[in-house]
């Protein structure tokens, strides 16, 4: 782990994750296919992040 914190790193905020998450569900029509899963876990550590909250991954 660097000394430092990775400064260069820009956090969305939390609204607007969510809406990109909104969207992917929507336009998958509830049923992600193994790309968009990958992009919805994504989204959700994202979205914890920016939260401030903790994400535990599926098993």
């Not at 569900?25 to 994504?42: C, I, N, V």
């Amino acid at each position: 782990m660097p000394p430092y914190p990775n400064t260069s790193v820009t956090v969305r905020p939390a609204s607007v994750v969510n809406e990109e998450i909104r969207d992917l569900w929507q336009r998958s029509g509830g049923l992600l296919s193994p790309d968009e899963e990958t992009l919805y876990q994504r989204l959700l550590v994202e979205w914890a992040t920016a939260a401030g909250t903790s994400v535990r991954p599926a098993a």
